[in-house]
């Protein structure tokens, strides 16, 4: 598995946690519209969804890292970076707001 994987599987696991424990101590909403429909059916249904969209990109990044490493490569760093940003202003304008 490359680093750029491990950083990702990482990165939405500390993102599902720290949802799970700001979300039950009152102190934050899902702003994922999807996800928030999801969280509807429970903290199960939530993890798992969160942990299969997750593998599905890993999985096929992997599988296309052993035909064009360095393409694959670059698109795990990219979307390390944007789910990074995306999270970071996420949690920034919520707070902003509210």
Not at 5 to 31: H, K, N, P
Request: net charge positive; aromatic share 18%; hydrophobic share 55%.
């Amino acid at each position: 598995m490359t680093k750029e994987s491990f950083w990702l599987i990482l990165i939405c696991l500390a993102d599902a946690v720290s949802t799970f424990f700001f979300i039950e101590r009152g102190m934050a909403t899902e702003a994922n519209p999807f996800m928030n429909w999801v969280l509807g059916y429970g903290w199960g249904p939530f993890f798992i969804v969160k942990g299969a969209t997750v593998g599905i990109a890993v999985g096929y990044a992997e599988w296309m890292r052993r035909r064009d490493p360095n393409f694959a490569r670059k698109w795990m760093r990219l979307a390390v970076t944007l789910y990074l940003l995306v999270w970071t202003l996420g949690v920034l304008s919520l707070n902003a707001t509210g």
